[in-house]
């Protein structure tokens, strides 16, 4: 079948170094003619917006780990398939136009009968697309230019779609979040009771003792929350220790057997920030699978560019020294590791391509700090002995 | 971690390249659509010291002494659900299995890397026709595709 449109090219519009040390994530136009490029730089730039307003990809440690392509293509009609009727519309629906649009990735709502499925009819020539333009693409988000609420996940490809509703954007923020390996957690659409193995996803467990996540609980009621009735959702019930983290029952589709970390979070509802599990699990996937040297560490990436530097290493252990629990002064150094981590990607592009400022930081300040701190290890090694 | 992933506090530059290997499927079975060279590493694989989860898809590379490299649990590669959005923020999954799909998997593809094989455990749920398991197959882990990654 001939494609109801073109491909016109990918642009970078996040540029934080090579693909080969970032996340690369790659946001598609649907729907839009030639006439509407600009209204997707729009939609491009408003789910970004969305995006970097969500912890923790507000972090500029995290989100200089992330590159952004968009991908230009243009329909030969403007919006997507909306038909009139859908088995599950309320009585009295009236769905919004356009009814029918030939679009270059065939997208349609009211998939398998549901208004708000919004999915791709030619998601082979998606992937083929992507193959071509970003080969090095992690992740996917397709913008269809139409304004009824709905979208989609396909997590076997890491593609999210969304319609340009104001809120559906969430939708893709949530889909990022399972091309980082995050589990679903709400409680609707499996079993009652869940009967599977252990999960390996970090932020769902059968364990009764959060041994997954026991570095974030704050509570000793484990399971925090029970169910009482298995075969009635938990949604909407009153968190009984607001803003723990512990063992709330329901999650991965159901009801009873399985545990989410803290009441509420964006892998359950859309919206809600993302739980302190799921946030520290996106912050260590990209540092271990992109440990980028043009990260937001500014004396590894800027000063050094080497963040296997001995006088790196020193540093960092000395750092991590004092972030222990009961370590002296410890309260400063989480305050200064705070200010560095927010400034630091910002200070490392300004004295990245300044050769003579980072040689003269690294000889006048950083060389002899480490030497200083080297030496008060030797002495600390010697007591010791 | 899988043997790929056990450097990857290096940077990208120094780990083996990537291949994304598409694949499509049907009433026929599995197949083969493309490999596209990334130009990156592979994402985290699974844990090597962990058997597979029996209600799992997973993707394997093997060495040419059938020794397992790295492996990747395959979330919904053969989709029997799907998620409904609803605009005041709540999520369901509901039953979705198109008869065809196509769905894409990255593997590491160092020197060693010799054949790449998708897998459906015994307790896998496929309902799609010419895909499920057949009485004689039921129980035990089925070989849905394999792939050679040798050059030349």
């Given at each position: 079948m001939t494609p109801a449109g073109t491909v016109i090219g990918a642009t970078m519009v996040v540029n934080h170094g090579a693909d080969v040390d970032h996340f690369v994530l790659v946001v598609v136009a649907e729907g839009f003619t030639a006439a509407e490029q600009a209204a997707f730089e729009t939609a491009v730039d408003d789910f970004l917006a969305v995006l970097q307003a969500t912890a923790p990809y507000d972090d500029p440690g995290v989100w200089q780990r992330i590159n952004v392509y968009r991908l230009d293509v243009h329909s030969t009609q403007s919006g997507a398939d909306n038909p009139l009727a859908c088995a599950d519309d309320p009585a009295g629906y009236v769905p919004l136009p356009p009814e029918v649009a030939g679009t270059y990735f065939d997208a349609e709502f009211c998939t398998g009968g549901i208004r708000r499925l919004l999915t791709l009819g030619e998601k082979a020539q998606l992937l083929l697309d992507l193959d071509t333009y970003v080969p090095a693409w992690d992740a996917v988000v397709v913008a269809v230019n139409h304004l009824e609420y709905g979208g989609s996940g396909d997590g076997a490809n890491n593609i999210a779609v969304y319609s340009l509703d104001a809120l559906a954007g969430q939708i893709a923020v949530h889909e990022l979040g399972h091309a980082l390996d995050l589990a679903d957690e709400y409680d609707a659409g499996g079993p009652d009771t869940y009967a599977g193995a252990e999960p390996p996803d970090p932020n769902v467990t059968t364990d009764v003792t959060a041994a997954k996540w026991a570095s974030f609980v704050t509570t000793a009621n484990l399971p925090t929350w029970s169910s009482s009735d298995c075969a009635v959702s938990n949604e909407g019930v009153a968190d009984p220790e607001p803003g723990a983290v512990g063992l709330y029952e329901g999650a991965a589709y159901s009801r009873c057997g399985i545990y989410r970390p803290m009441n509420d979070c964006y892998m359950r509802h859309l919206g809600i920030p993302f739980c302190v599990v799921c946030e520290a699990h996106i912050r260590d996937y990209l540092a271990t699978a992109f440990p980028s040297d043009t990260s937001?560490?500014?004396?590894?990436?800027?000063?050094?560019?080497?963040?296997?530097?001995?006088?790196?290493?020193?540093?960092?252990?000395?750092?991590?020294?004092?972030?222990?629990?009961?370590?002296?002064?410890?309260?400063?150094?989480?305050?200064?590791?705070?200010?560095?981590?927010?400034?630091?990607?910002?200070?490392?592009?300004?004295?990245?391509?300044?050769?003579?400022?980072?040689?003269?930081?690294?000889?006048?300040?950083?060389?002899?700090?480490?030497?200083m701190l080297r030496r008060g290890e030797a002495r600390r090694r010697r007591r010791s002995c | 971690m899988s043997r790929f992933g056990t450097s990857l506090r290096r940077s990208g530059r120094d780990r083996p390249g990537s291949e994304r290997l598409t694949f499509e499927y049907d009433q026929a079975g599995v197949r083969l659509v493309r490999r596209t060279p990334r130009g990156k590493p592979a994402p985290p694989g699974d844990d090597l010291g962990t058997p597979p989860r029996a209600d799992t898809l997973w993707a394997e590379v093997r060495s040419a002494t059938g020794e397992t490299l790295y492996r990747r649990t395959l979330r919904d590669a053969i989709p029997q659900a799907t998620e409904v959005f609803e605009p005041e923020g709540r999520i369901r999954s509901v039953p979705y299995a198109p008869e065809s799909g196509v769905f894409s998997v990255v593997l590491p593809v160092g020197p060693e890397a010799d054949a790449a094989i998708v897998t459906a455990g015994p307790d896998a749920r496929i309902t799609q026709p010419g895909l499920r398991a057949s009485p004689d197959e039921e129980g035990r882990p089925r070989e849905l595709v394999r792939v050679s990654l040798r050059r030349g």
């Open positions: 937001g560490c500014f004396v590894a990436s800027a000063v050094y560019a080497d963040p296997g530097h001995p006088d790196v290493e020193v540093l960092r252990r000395w750092r991590d020294r004092r972030l222990e629990p009961g370590a002296r002064g410890r309260w400063a150094m989480v305050l200064v590791a705070g200010v560095y981590r927010r400034l630091g990607p910002a200070c490392g592009n300004f004295t990245r391509p300044r050769r003579r400022l980072a040689a003269a930081l690294r000889r006048l300040l950083f060389a002899p700090a480490a030497a | -």
